[in-house]
């Protein structure tokens, strides 16, 4: 890339940040560094660095080296080697795909302008998406012995036009489709499929692999699914050595939590199979990243510090002259003295402002810029833009062994759209351009069209045997074929019989337990399952002990990469903690925004990898949706089939911990998510049936959903639960019992008694039960229904409305609610308690039979930190408050 700068100008620069007090012995220092790195080579330099800074540290020398290197390419020329494509062919079609993404934005608002759509991101991106498409990212060739399985490729969602634009060109999309863009539901009314707006696969399931719309989810999830692949080569589950995962991000993205938040798990697992691409072209939404600053610098400094391989990807092949000739310093020394709001005001004005504003500002700089056209100087390309800079530090990342590698890749916001959008503060908002605008596109571009096509964004497409044509095939052919491409192609998991691993939790014969107790149990029997066993993933958030677990760490061991250098402290304990190379346990510290990115990345092996993973993670049910629900929801847009376990749920339950870790609202979140199935079980029999359900739905019948399960950590009597139960338990309820007083203790004969229904869920059901028992005392029939799914009771109800009205899209559903249905064999008012907030059982007051009062109890407000009992009575779930409900339902109140 850049020529090596001249030791002359390594001294200028030095000299310039601190005074030298003794220039003759810098300049010996200097000459040694030099010959030492001629004679011996540079690892012979670098471990004398390592000595003299050891050396200081002993010497209490208040030194470290800085993270910062000059703000030139990570790559000189001499090591960027020979570019392996036709760079005249590339450069075309890279300007092709500029102007087909920007026709369909345009188009788009023009017609609709509520649609919105970016144009300035993927101008910016183009050709580091190019370069990746034509030489590095390779696509899945199959699942067969010796086939390649596919790269992973993370796209930066406001730039999804441009990979339209590309498929459009393979033939893989066609002009109607980029006719409807952002219009996924009158699409196919005129023959086209829309397309979503940003990666989606939910809406695109056969194109889009990652969900990326949401800042800060694809980082994450880039370096959990990383990690993932090598734990599947570690397990010998799948060798996915030789695949890479690539993700081109924004700068500006970069400020996102989830962004920051795993670099150093990915510097610390080695992983040197990821590189993410990070598109810096100094803009946000609004206005610069870091306009005061450089974020090039700034994000150096961070991956340096975490750990990574940083690559600097800053200026064109056209600077390489200028660099040469700067024996001076003067031309880097003003780069880095240049704050990215003024580089952003540069790459705004055209070649003249540029030659009077930056090469003018000292005799040095004017005349390097001596010789060149104003246009010239317009033209000169940051790195991001130029083929030949960004192939090198592609190349020099795929190389990279022993760390992850971030390139930093210096670009311009709506670059080529001139005076309608390059670096412009608007830029982000740019949807229409006018006339002059577009032919100024063109122009810039060297697109084949005329004045009327250019105005009427007529759509370019190369004839089928031009070379540009022929080249896209070619390259994409020796890469496995086109991307993105999303397979669901994989192997049927069969599921046990339930008998074998949950009869005790079917047959209880009132046994105490817990709910997470009875999980647990049936965890560690799967897990000895020969064929279903070594596909599961245990997840945990640093709380395995917490839910009674530690007798699976060795059995199956927490994964490691580099197995267990140490001897643990309780090693002789029954319970030792044991990690492993081949460990199935992903413990993944004090981090929920982790643990849902393993979830997600083992939730989706089927389709990323062609190979089925069942993952249950477990944790503390008010740090999942509360905490980390985007990651859950984009994990839903993927696809994801698994099991989410919200333990210690509810908002009484986990009675000292107090408000931030009392659930009262999961189920209420989970209930938004289409392909989510919620349960809130009450016992051990009806946990067992919806976890068979769930295995055999999603790894069995490989549907598309995934199941959130909450679990109690309160011991009390489990019951039998009967074989006519299980349909129930699935469909969101059944029939539990019925209470009441047969005879009249007076007269012996049977009393006329009033009756109530009584409905609840999870932790308060015992309390129903409880409540039901002392109405019967009173001589009030008290029938008690078990609620296992309130969201699926509704969803229900809901298909049902819609199969009778015969609304549009429906799907017909029963003549009755399935909850209308039980109810139909009960009487008297219905009072329905639960752990959660009111809003959780209200969400079913439709289906309730006409005529009969519906009284809802939940845990509305703040949790608070007191015993089980003191926090029932204060929600007013428990027993006592229960029955005083019914006796006020039953008298009018």
Request: proline share 4%.
């Amino acid at each position: 890339m850049n020529a090596p700068m001249p030791l002359a100008t390594l001294a200028t620069l030095a000299a310039a940040a601190s005074p030298d007090t003794d220039p003759q012995e810098t300049a010996e220092w200097r000459d040694a560094l030099q010959a030492l790195v001629a004679t011996a080579g540079p690892e012979r330099a670098r471990f004398l660095l390592d000595e003299l800074n050891r050396l200081a540290g002993q010497l209490r020398v208040d030194w470290r080296p800085g993270l910062n290197t000059p703000y030139v390419n990570t790559v000189s020329v001499q090591e960027q080697g020979v570019f392996p494509g036709d760079l005249a062919i590339e450069e075309r079609l890279a300007s092709i795909m500029r102007w087909n993404a920007l026709a369909m934005v345009v188009r788009a608002n023009q017609a609709y302008g509520e649609l919105g759509g970016h144009i300035a991101s993927y101008a910016s991106a183009a050709d580091l998406f190019e370069s990746g498409f034509n030489h590095f990212f390779h696509a899945r060739e199959g699942l067969g012995e010796g086939q390649h399985r596919g790269d992973l490729v993370f796209f930066q969602p406001h730039s999804a036009p441009g990979v339209y634009a590309r498929a459009f060109l393979e033939g893989r999309l066609s002009e109607q489709d980029l006719m409807h863009y952002r219009q996924e539901i009158t699409a196919p009314a005129q023959g086209a499929r829309g397309l979503s707006s940003y990666p989606h696969p939910w809406l695109m399931p056969d194109f889009w692999q990652f969900p990326t719309g949401s800042m800060g989810i694809g980082p994450i999830s880039s370096i959990y699914h990383a990690r993932f692949m090598r734990y599947l080569t570690h397990r010998n589950l799948l060798d996915c050595s030789a695949r890479k995962v690539w993700g081109v991000f924004g700068d500006g993205e970069m400020d996102e939590p989830e962004s920051m938040s795993a670099l150093t798990l990915a510097a610390r697992e080695g992983l040197d199979n990821l590189v993410w691409v990070v598109n810096c072209n100094l803009q946000r939404l609004d206005g610069p990243v870091r306009g005061n600053g450089r974020i090039i610098d700034e994000l150096e400094r961070l991956f340096a510090g975490a750990g990574w391989n940083v690559v600097k990807l800053v200026w064109g092949s056209d600077w390489d002259g200028l660099f040469a000739r700067d024996l001076t310093g003067a031309l880097v020394r003003t780069l880095e003295g240049t704050v990215d709001g003024q580089m952003q005001t540069f790459a705004a004005k055209d070649g003249r402002y540029n030659r009077d504003h930056f090469f003018g500002q000292t005799p040095e700089l004017a005349a390097l810029a001596q010789g060149m056209t104003d246009e010239q100087i317009d033209r000169l390309k940051r790195g991001g833009h130029d083929l030949v800079k960004i192939h090198a530090a592609y190349a020099a990342a795929a190389r990279h062994r022993g760390q992850p590698t971030v390139i930093l890749a210096h670009t311009k916001k709506g670059y080529g759209m001139g005076q309608a959008g390059q670096g412009k503060m608007t830029t982000h908002s740019q949807k229409k351009l006018d006339d002059a605008d577009l032919i100024e596109f063109r122009n810039r571009f060297n697109l084949p069209l005329s004045d009327a096509q250019a105005t009427g964004l007529a759509f370019y497409k190369p004839g089928d045997d031009s070379p540009e044509m022929q080249y896209l095939r070619r390259q994409r052919q020796a890469l496995g074929g086109y991307l993105p491409r999303r397979d669901t192609v994989c192997d049927v998991l069969p599921a046990p019989p339930l008998a074998s691993y949950a009869q005790f939790a079917l047959a209880a014969d009132g046994k105490e337990m817990s709910t997470t107790m009875a999980f647990v149990r049936m965890l560690g029997t799967l897990l000895k399952d020969a064929t279903l066993g070594p596909r599961i993933v245990p997840i945990v958030a640093d709380e395995a002990r917490t839910f009674g677990m530690a007798n699976l760490f060795k059995q199956v061991g927490i994964y490691s990469s580099v197995g267990q250098r140490y001897a643990p402290e309780d090693i002789g304990s029954v319970l030792s903690y044991r990690e492993a190379l081949d460990g199935q346990i992903l413990e993944e510290g004090i981090s929920e925004a982790g643990a849902i990115a393993s979830w997600t990345a083992a939730a989706t092996s089927y389709s990323v990898h062609g190979l089925a993973m069942l993952p249950f993670y477990i944790y503390y049910s008010m740090f999942g949706f509360q905490r980390v629900g985007d990651a859950i929801w984009a994990a839903a847009d993927q696809r994801a089939r698994g099991f989410l376990l919200g333990a210690t749920s509810g908002r009484t339950t986990l009675g000292g911990e107090g408000l931030q870790h009392q659930d009262g609202s999961s189920h209420l979140a989970a209930a938004t998510i289409p392909n989510c199935k919620a349960y809130d079980p009450a016992f051990a029999g009806e946990l067992a049936v919806i976890v068979d359900a769930g295995m055999r739905e999603m790894v069995a019948e490989q549907r598309d959903v995934f199941y959130y399960v909450t679990l109690m950590n309160e011991n009390y009597a489990q019951p039998d639960l009967p074989a006519e139960a299980h349909a129930g338990v699935l469909r969101g309820c059944y029939l539990f019992n019925s209470y009441q007083r047969l005879l009249d203790e007076r007269n012996g004969s049977i009393s006329s008694q009033k009756n109530v229904t009584l409905l609840g869920s999870g932790a308060i059901l015992t309390e129903v039960i409880k409540a039901a028992q002392r109405l019967a005392d009173e001589g009030i029939a008290a029938t008690v229904v078990s609620v296992t799914s309130w969201s699926e009771l509704a969803r229900d109800g809901q298909a049902c409305e819609i199969g009778r009205d015969g609304g549009e899209g429906g799907e017909a559903g029963d003549a009755k609610p399935w909850l209308t249905q039980v109810l139909e064999g009960t009487s008297g008012p219905i009072i329905a308690a639960t752990d959660y907030v009111r809003a959780v059982p209200e969400s079913v007051r439709a289906y309730v039979p006409e005529g009969r009062r519906y009284r809802t109890l939940g845990t509305d407000g703040f949790g608070r930190s007191d015993t089980r009992a003191a926090l029932r009575a204060y929600f007013g779930v428990d027993a006592a408050s229960i029955a005083q409900a019914a006796r006020a339902v039953l008298t009018g109140g």
